[in-house]
Every structure is written in structure tokens, then in C-alpha cells.
């Protein structure tokens, strides 16, 4: 399983920022605008369009309130198994650190899902920083 892992560091409250990731229907709108355009709730998962129009079933796995961390899970015709996680981590007086990590099969996605987590990573930063 090949992982893939990205990081950012967001001047704002690690509670603010949690706030607003743990709010998983809206993820397209207090997260990463642009970069997901739309997002809909089906029972335990959720289902986003992303800006190329890619659209994604993601089943929500875990909402970690005490450690900040939320865990979600994908699969597609291109990807066989497709886990990830983000967690936000206090890093001082009114800044965090958000880390996102995805292990993906087959190998050769890592680099594609890879990509499209460094394009969301400055939108998210901008966006949670901006306090939407």
C-alpha cells in the first residue's frame, strides 16, 4: 500500500479549524471551496464533486472530537482501497498544524492523490484561516 502525506500549518485556533472539518457535510464550503464544488450527505457517508468533476463516494469512519482527527474511506474503478485521514494539532497560541495522510492501492495512485492533496492544502489553509 503506497501512502501519501501532507502537511500545513494554519494561523488560526487548532478548535476553529477542528470545527469546521469535523462539519463533514459542508466540507465544500468551509474547507476547501473550489476545490470540491458540491457535497451531499447519504446516510454515513458522504458524496463530493471535485473541481475536475470527479465525483467520490466517501464513507466517514471516525469523528474524533478528543484527538481532532477525522478518518474517512473511498473506493472507485481507480482505486481499490483508498483510506485517509486529517488531523488537526494544536501548535501554539492561535495557530495548528493540519496533517492528511492517505494510503492508497494500487501503488501507482499515490502519485495522482498526492497531487490533488497539495492543490487542496493552500485553499484549506486560506480558507480556515480566513475563519469561513
Known sequence: MATTRTETTIDAPGSRVWEAMRDVGNVHKRVVPGFLTDCRMEGEARIVTFFNGMVAKELIVAVDDK???????????????????????????????????????????????????????PIMRKTLEAGL
Open 67 to 121: 484527538a481532532m482527527r477525522l478518518a474517512w474511506s473511498a473506493r472507485s474503478e481507480r482505486l481499490e482501497h483508498h483510506n485517509a485521514s486529517v488531523q488537526v494539532i494544536e501548535d501554539g497560541p492561535g495557530r495548528c498544524r493540519v496533517v492528511w495522510i492517505a494510503d492508497v492501492l494500487p501503488h501507482e495512485a499515490a502519485k495522482t492523490v498526492g497531487a490533488m492533496m497539495e492543490k487542496a492544502m
